[in-house]
């Protein structure tokens, strides 16, 4: 019988039959139930994350080999149609990130730090918001997230803590708590949180001023306790310590009805020639353009959450030319993605002038961006994609009597549905 000293506490092997063998004082483990117990941490979720002590020299950046500002934009002209003026600032954003991440490196004599500017984006729906974030991602080799505002609430309520945007971010890091502050975060929908009014009220606005309360003190940087399981479910849990002084916030929403508090702040002062040769040269269609903090302010975004996002643009409405152009032209344009699931039955798919301008008149009478032309692809393509895979067809054209009658015909089974 093998001495207790040098048998496992656990399996109950001797130290002749493991590989190596770890004693303690009242007991010993061998190397195969360490191997398991840390698999047992894996699928708990609770492995710990690397020590914030040891530095790894990978996570430094090499900033020569950093895209220039001027070829970021040359690589989100590839996937997004227009918005010249959102992509440059979106590009400097990104690029200075880089250099802030890069100033420990970089010795140039001086002692300036570089701040960071959070960028917030305003834009009606489906001009690209989101796709911008989406394309920048996969050139960044940075961590970089999406979380949508809308399911944010005050803590206490049902819904998610702001700290929960940093336990995604973790995940996009590997659980590398450094890596994660180095990162991006684009917060979708930043209007949603707006306060609903200036008057007070017997409910409270858990999921408006509370939650711009709590965003401010992870765009201005802090050391934030995130709970690695989401929190709320998991109170006992140890903290992941995350500093957010690092890590770069890109805001995005709608704001609709933000153009009426744009014309009363241009049309305030009308008295006076020079005033009326000013409100000629403004552009009725495009009042986005015109955009300042102050609206935000007027639309309920409170001052605080305005001066941490010091870098405002626009995304400029589309209009037909632009809904042509990304109908056909950006890598993954809606055509080449038909095209493509088409190629993969063996079918060659392609598409008349005449069908694609109707397509595109439709997108302008929904008002619904470039997400209009997904749904009025989807109604025009159903019939096709559900027959021509089994009809033994090479070769399939959508032409525009074709295009009036799918969508004709959706259209009506929709009426009928909702009566």
Partial sequence: MADK?????????????????????????????VEQAMQVLRDAGLESTPSRNNHDHQLDVDFTKVPKPTEIKEYLDRYVIGQDDAKRFLAVSVYNHYKRLAQSTVKIGDDVDIEKSNIIMVGTTGTGKTLLARTIARLLDVPFCIVDATVFTEAGYVGEDVESILSRLLQAADWNVERAERGIVFIDEIDKIARKSDNPSITRDVSGEGVQQGLLKLLEGSIVNVPPK?????????????????????????????????????????????????????????????VSPTD???????????????????????????????????????????????????????????????????????KLGARGLRSIMESIMVTAMYELPSSGKKKFKVTKKYAEAELEKNNSLAEEKSK
């Fill in 5 to 33: 000293k040098n048998t496992c506490s656990f399996c109950g092997r001797s130290d002749k039959e493991v590989t190596v063998m770890l004693t303690g004082i009242n007991g010993c483990i061998c190397n195969d139930c």
């Fill in 230 to 290: 989401g929190g709320r479910k998991h109170p006992d849990q140890d903290y992941v310590h995350v500093d957010t002084r690092n890590i770069l916030f890109i805001c995005g929403g709608a704001f609709d009805g933000i153009e009426k508090k744009i014309a009363q702040r241009l049309n305030t002062h009308t008295v006076g020639y020079n005033n009326v040769r000013a409100t000629r040269r403004i552009d009725p269609k495009n009042l986005m353009r015109y």
């Fill in 296 to 366: 935000l302010k007027s639309f309920g975004l409170i001052p605080e959450i305005i001066g941490r996002l010091p870098v405002l643009t626009y995304l400029n409405p589309l209009d037909r030319e632009a809904l042509h152009r990304i109908l056909t032209e950006p890598k993954n344009s809606l055509v080449r993605q038909y095209t493509k699931i088409f190629q993969m039955d063996g079918v060659a798919l392609s598409f008349d002038d005449e069908a694609l301008d109707f397509i595109v008149d439709k997108a302008m009478e929904y």
